[in-house]
């Protein structure tokens, strides 16, 4: 999901500074340095607001100068569904469900329904199989709950069990929902934390900002990977950081916590994904700004820097391993790869279910699938 500037970037950076004892690695790419890097075509690509297809293909790494210079090693093997001593038929089935998720990725699947979207070939219909559907259901996201988050009352503050569960969705707004659901489930008291929103004094920013946009008004904003105005918790409730805080104490970007105790001014927490598991830390309020040109200012908001993780987005959940998933699409999604990356988090079959809202509010059973085919010509 990284766009190719950052790595060029890097690459510039680096040339300039080995060349300047070694003028001869100013021709050779990231300065002679080796890195790793490690991704999946089929996955989402770099994240771009208002955007076409062609610029959101042309941010990522397979269009830039450096990929020509890159060895590629590919990987064969699907280590998350892999089972030691499986029977016969567990091989199988493991064998069927990973093919079924390749083609989702590939694009590549064919049902007997299957049909385009208005005559774009890069938008399918996908049928998915009867097992993985939740097909009945009056509420909707309780459905999703009792079936990803079994005995919930009985386990809320257990790490494992939390770690290994989650709804996924496709907008922050079907993910608040479901969280705010969870959060009414857990006992104890619940505490609100306010922000205090303020206009960034940058110098685009025009003199009557302040009048032009109240605080009420920015209270009500909102941006993808920023913390609401209004912060809902109780003890025992998994977070997750929508961005690095603290690398060497395991406070990254996906990170997911349960909170232990509620203070006035910061928060504190048990950290259960990631290096750093078990190891208690603290996180205080601090003043964040939105990103790009959404409105006409820059909004800087003073918070803790957490949401709620019962449910996260698609493109959030990339890289977690849950044992139980929960799908819930009551929009389809919009980009390439997030059907793949919804359906592919799970250990195992029996672990995914999908939940397709239709318009008028039954349960289906096809979505969309979007994949961008020529990214795979990179390959």
């Keep these: 999901m990284t766009n190719r500037q950052c790595f060029e970037a890097l690459d510039r950076s680096l040339r300039d500074i080995v060349s300047e004892k070694q003028p001869r ?20 690509l770099p994240v771009i607001e208002n955007t076409t297809r062609a610029q959101i293909i042309n941010a990522s790494i397979f269009r830039s100068y450096l990929w020509k210079d ?4 590919y990987l064969n093997e699907n280590i998350q569904l892999k089972k030691l001593d499986a029977t016969t038929s567990e091989y199988n089935e493991l064998n069927e469900f990973s093919e079924w998720i390749l083609k989702i990725g590939n694009g590549t699947i064919q049902n007997k329904s299957s049909c385009t979207v208005d005559d774009n070939p890069d938008y399918d219909i996908v049928e998915i199989p009867d097992d993985l559907l939740i097909k ?5 996201i309780k459905a999703l709950v009792d079936s990803t988050f079994p005995n919930f009352t009985l386990n809320y503050n257990n790490a494992e069990y939390l770690r290994d569960r989650a709804i996924l ?5 079907i993910v608040d929902e479901i969280n705010d659901y969870m959060l009414s489930l857990l006992p104890g008291n619940e505490i609100e934390y306010y922000s205090a929103d303020s206009i960034s004094k940058c110098i685009d920013t025009c003199n009557d900002a302040n009048i032009l946009y109240p605080i009420e008004y920015l209270n009500s904003l909102s941006a993808n990977n920023f913390p609401a ?8 409730v998994p977070v997750m950081l929508p961005q690095n805080l603290n690398q060497s104490v395991g406070l990254c970007n996906g990170t997911r916590l349960i909170v232990t105790n509620l203070g006035h001014n910061v928060i504190e927490a048990v950290v259960i994904t990631g290096t750093h598991i078990g190891e208690k830390v603290y996180i205080p309020r601090i003043n964040l700004t939105t990103q790009g040109c959404r409105w006409p200012f820059v909004l800087s908001r003073r918070q803790f820097p957490i949401k709620v993780c019962y449910s996260m987005t698609i493109n959030k959940s990339q890289g977690q391993t849950l ?13 390439h790869g997030q059907l793949y990356v919804a359906v592919s ?14 318009e008028d509010g039954t349960c289906g ?3 969309t699938n979007i994949v961008y085919k020529e990214i795979f010509d990179v390959r």
């Excluded at 690695?25 to 996955?43: R, W």
């Excluded at 969705?169 to 707004?173: K, P």
């Design 229 to 236: 105005h209004i912060l809902k918790l109780k003890i025992g």
């Design 70 to 73: 890159i060895k590629r090693l």
């Design 169 to 173: 969705s496709t907008t922050d707004e």
């Design 365 to 367: 059973n096809k979505t």
């Design 345 to 358: 988090q799970v250990k195992e079959r029996k672990g995914l279910k999908i939940l397709i809202e239709n």
């Design 25 to 44: 690695f100013q021709e050779i790419p990231f300065g002679g340095k080796v890195l790793v890097l490690g991704g999946d075509p089929k996955q989402i």
């Design 136 to 140: 009945q259901a009056d509420n909707k």
């Design 323 to 335: 044992s139980n998933a929960g799908v819930y699409l009551r929009k389809p999604v919009f980009t």
